[in-house]
């Protein structure tokens, strides 16, 4: 074999202000789930997050948030979502991983801190996350 299949490690690049607005959105949706869609741009595995969207006609409940993707205008901008989990947990449930939208998923649990953020992706392996 002559040529080596390079490894592409994903990152995500979280603003500081977009991650504070992230937190004071999931306080305030407490005890349900908040859900945001990130918007930022993807280049070579670096997943940049620079924005915020809430997504229209979402549902939220105490363990599940959505929305129909149907209403989503096609947004090359639109790289991911953020839900919250008051029950502390960071992990991607079933729910999560059946309704990926986009190229990252971020969790952030209950008590929403700056260290409650966690990246993941589709097959609910662990992204790393920065904040800059
Ligand atoms: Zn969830």
Same mark, same amino acid.
């Given at each position: 074999?002559?040529?080596?299949? *390079? *490894?592409?490690?994903?990152?995500?690049?979280?603003? &500081?202000?977009?991650?504070? =607005?992230?937190?004071?959105?999931?306080?305030?949706?407490?005890?349900?789930? %908040?859900?945001?869609?990130?918007?930022?741009?993807?280049?070579?595995?670096?997943?940049?997050?620079?924005?915020?969207?809430?997504?229209?006609?979402?549902?939220? %409940?105490?363990?599940?948030?959505?929305?129909?993707?149907?209403?989503?205008?096609?947004?090359?901008?639109?790289?991911?979502?953020?839900?919250? &989990?008051?029950? %502390?947990?960071?992990?991607?449930?079933?729910?999560?991983? &059946?309704?990926?939208? %986009?190229?990252?998923?971020?969790?952030? *649990?209950?008590?929403? &801190?700056?260290?409650?953020?966690?990246?993941?992706? =589709?097959?609910?392996?662990?992204?790393?996350?920065?904040?800059?």
């Amino acid at each position: 074999m002559f040529f080596k299949k *390079k *490894k592409i490690e994903r990152q995500v690049m979280l603003q &500081h202000d977009v991650l504070d =607005s992230i937190l004071s959105f999931c306080q305030m949706k407490h005890p349900n789930e %908040g859900i945001l869609i990130l918007k930022g741009k993807s280049k070579q595995g670096t997943i940049q997050v620079t924005g915020l969207v809430i997504p229209p006609f979402s549902y939220t %409940g105490p363990t599940f948030a959505g929305f129909p993707h149907s209403f989503l205008p096609f947004d090359m901008s639109y790289v991911g979502i953020v839900h919250s &989990h008051p029950s %502390g947990s960071a992990n991607p449930s079933v729910t999560d991983l &059946h309704n990926f939208f %986009g190229l990252v998923s971020l969790i952030v *649990k209950f008590p929403y &801190h700056d260290d409650d953020v966690f990246a993941w992706d =589709s097959n609910g392996n662990q992204v790393k996350l920065s904040i800059v």
